[in-house]
């Protein structure tokens, strides 16, 4: 599988958080959705780490099927909105990576 995935750092206060939330339900991932070759969409709430708070608030992941399919979306107009929206909304916030996941069960 291959994925995008956005790392969200925490807001600078409450309503900054409300405000992001928002936006990130109710107009980035309809957006989101729009993607071709989106197999998925997987969002992580971060609510600590092993010394308490995190200065990180969400990570998401938009998931493909394959290297083919990731390569044809990355160039679509969808794909062009979802990131300019996320640059518009959390540009100071977030950091995309590209990655391959690879599964090891125990």
Do not use: Q
Not at 34 to 56: D, H, Q, V, Y
Not at 77 to 100: I, N, Q, R, T, Y
């Amino acid at each position: 599988m291959f994925k995008v995935i956005a790392v969200y750092r925490v807001p600078t206060d409450d309503a900054a958080k409300a405000k992001f939330e928002d936006h990130y339900k109710n107009v980035h991932t309809p957006i989101c959705f729009k993607i071709p070759g989106m197999t998925e969409l997987r969002t992580n709430k971060i609510f600590g780490g092993p010394t308490g708070a995190s200065n990180l608030l969400m990570i998401a992941e938009m998931c493909f099927e394959n290297k083919d399919s990731w390569k044809a979306a990355m160039k679509t107009p969808e794909m062009m909105e979802s990131g300019k929206d996320a640059m518009k909304f959390a540009g100071d916030l977030v950091s995309v990576h590209f990655a391959e996941e690879t599964v090891v069960k125990a």
